[in-house]
């Protein structure tokens, strides 16, 4: 009976979350080509919303600055979980070709890779325990603003999203 009840559990938190719709596209502006090594130099700040498979959601703040160095950007971040102490990161991004993008982030194991298409990036990147994550960035009309999904997996099942709303603050 074990066995069913945990199989059960699995099988409706993975219904709940929506599977693998890792495809869905964020809205974005139209006729214009997002640039992340501009988007992201100087600062920003992002609000949003972090979906655990169990548990309920958590609002998370993160507040960046970029600077460019030569051909690369470095992204530093604070992140304020809510009910937890502050935390940051570093993003390393280098433009390899024509709409590419590969770099490094302290939360990931192994490269990360971006892939720019119109008003949207793409990133994907593997962290500790399994964990993939795929994130879609959207530019919005204005120019200053950009709608963050973020979708972490294990075993092909979705465990967490992020909702974000990332706007340029200079």
């Not at 890792?22 to 992002?46: C, K, W, Y």
């Not at 009309?141 to 909702?163: E, F, H, M, P, Q």
């Amino acid at each position: 009976m074990t066995l069913i009840r945990s199989t059960l559990l699995i099988a409706s938190a993975f219904v709940a979350l929506g599977g693998c719709d890792q495809a869905v596209p964020v809205p974005a502006a139209a006729n214009t080509a997002l640039d992340p090594m501009i988007f992201f130099e100087g600062r920003s700040h992002g609000d949003g919303q972090l979906r655990k498979l169990l548990g309920k959601p958590v609002a998370v703040d993160v507040d960046s600055v970029g600077r460019r160095r030569g051909r690369t950007l470095v992204l530093d971040q604070t992140i304020r979980e809510n009910g937890k102490p502050p935390s940051t990161r570093r993003w390393t991004i280098v433009q390899i070709g024509p709409g590419r993008y590969s770099g490094t982030l302290t939360d990931a194991v192994g490269p990360v890779d971006g892939r720019s298409d119109g008003p949207r990036l793409y990133i994907r990147y593997a962290m500790k325990h399994g964990l993939r994550v795929e994130q879609q960035l959207a530019e919005q009309d204005d120019g200053r603003t950009l709608l963050n999904r973020l979708d972490v997996y294990k075993l092909g099942i979705r465990v967490a999203s992020l909702n974000e709303t990332i706007r340029k603050a200079d």
